[in-house]
């Protein structure tokens, strides 16, 4: 198992354009602005942005001893080039860039295989430390982890990744990853938040049962936590917030602000009172943003004010 540099990570799927054009220049100055605030976990994926993230944090990390930092990246959706995309952005996906590349399921030990090595190429590593299946439950959930997982076990026995596991908003793949007796490390996206707490069910008690660490990410869920006071325009999960969700939200933040803490601190701080937590991870658009949030996870947040969210019916016990 991967002792993860924490709490706090950075999730890179900002570098990949994610919603919005980001420079290189810009992209650089988020990353040292990270650097700067000790952040030394940082979490990437094909995925994000068809290879630009990972390209742009590799070319950061070039200049840093690899022995100082800790890489994620994820497997399971091969890019192929698509010449016919070039002239288009890749919006179904939410990033700006070109659709020159396209995404293609693959869960063989072959795939897994010879995406870690794209990736590292594109990265310009000769290793990273953790692999997560990604999204395993977007394809076909049985048969990506019974072939994923057991490609994922062989890179992690010769020696090329030092932690396994599965990446996801899924609780249902979670729970079967950490059943697996397989995984050491996952990564749960928005699923043990101050609005989602469903990764309590299963996922959680199933990681401490079984000594399988847990990164959790999307801790804004998308954006409704991320400013003190929730706005109608924030997103939920990529997508429009509910109006249910919303209510619940400014429910939150008003009581957050009764204990002098805004909605964001709560929002960090929250995953990381559970054992199984190694690390909440956040993505950033601005080096302000990093700094924001690094201050916010060094805030002191009163005890008191779970119970009292508990009490209230807005978390669970």
Request: proline share 7%; with cysteine.
């Amino acid at each position: 198992m991967v002792n993860l540099p924490g709490p706090f990570a950075f999730g890179a799927a900002n570098l990949g354009n994610l919603y919005s054009p980001m420079s290189d220049e810009q992209a650089h100055a988020v990353l040292a602005a990270a650097w700067d605030c000790g952040i030394r976990y940082f979490d990437t994926a094909p995925h994000y942005g068809l290879g630009l993230s990972e390209r742009r944090l590799g070319a950061f990390l070039a200049g840093r001893p690899r022995a100082e930092f800790v890489v994620s990246t994820k497997v399971g959706r091969l890019l192929v080039p698509d010449p016919a995309g070039a002239d288009r952005l890749d919006e179904a996906n939410q990033f700006a860039v070109p659709a020159d590349h396209r995404r293609v399921w693959d869960f063989t030990a072959g795939g897994v295989r010879r995406s870690l090595e794209e990736s590292l190429t594109r990265m310009g590593l000769d290793s990273v430390d953790v692999v997560y299946l990604h999204d395993p439950e977007e394809y076909d959930l049985p048969a990506a982890l019974a072939s994923g997982l057991p490609a994922l076990a062989a890179l992690r026995e010769e020696g090329l990744v030092r932690a396994i596991g599965v990446g996801s908003k899924s609780v249902t793949a979670l729970a079967a990853a950490a059943r697996s007796g397989v995984a050491d490390l996952l990564m749960v996206a928005g699923r043990f938040t101050l609005l989602d707490q469903t990764a309590m069910d299963d996922v959680l008690p199933e990681c401490g049962d079984r000594r399988v660490g847990v990164a959790v990410a999307s801790v804004f869920n998308s954006g409704l936590l991320a400013t003190p006071e929730p706005s109608a325009s924030s997103r939920f999960d990529y997508a429009a917030a509910p109006p249910d969700v919303l209510v619940t939200a400014r429910e939150i933040a008003a009581v957050c602000a009764e204990f002098g803490v805004d909605l964001p601190t709560a929002a960090l701080h929250f995953p990381l009172r559970d054992p199984t937590v190694h690390a909440v991870v956040a993505g950033a658009a601005t080096p302000g943003e990093i700094r924001e949030n690094d201050r916010r996870l060094r805030t002191h947040v009163p005890a008191e004010l779970w119970p009292t969210l508990r009490d209230k019916g807005l978390i669970r016990a």
